[in-house]
């Protein structure tokens, strides 16, 4: 199983960036996805869920900001980041779930600038 982040990069506050997740080695369609993310010197923090059934949970501080998609035909999923923070600095890293396992992408750095 792989988990492929990419799209991570510096930006200004205030800016967007559109992270992407590619999967291969499962099936999909019946994995909860997510997205975490870990700022220096901070435990690692959950930051949305895309359940197989098509809900859509973000945590509150990213509430607004960023929306989380996922095209199960191409088995990849999305985190659109807009009015980005200094404080959204992070590695950010996408999870598929099938019970009873969990994968774990090699994350993708997201730096946003004052």
């Known amino acids: 199983v792989q988990l492929q982040a990419s799209g991570g990069g510096l930006v200004q506050a205030g800016g967007s960036l559109r992270l992407s997740c590619t999967a291969s080695?499962?099936?999909?369609?019946?994995?909860?996805m997510g997205w975490y993310r870990q700022a220096p010197g901070k435990e690692r923090e959950w930051v949305a869920t895309?359940?197989?059934?098509?809900?859509?949970s973000y945590t509150a501080s990213v509430k607004g900001r960023f929306t989380a998609s996922r095209d199960d035909a191409k088995a990849t999923m999305y985190l659109q980041m807009n009015s980005l923070k200094p404080e959204d600095t992070a590695v950010y890293y996408c999870t598929a779930r099938i019970w009873p396992s969990d994968y774990w992408g090699q994350g993708t750095q997201v730096t946003v600038s004052s």
């Open positions: 895309l359940a197989t059934g098509g809900r859509i």
């Open positions: 080695g499962i099936i999909v369609s019946i994995a909860d």
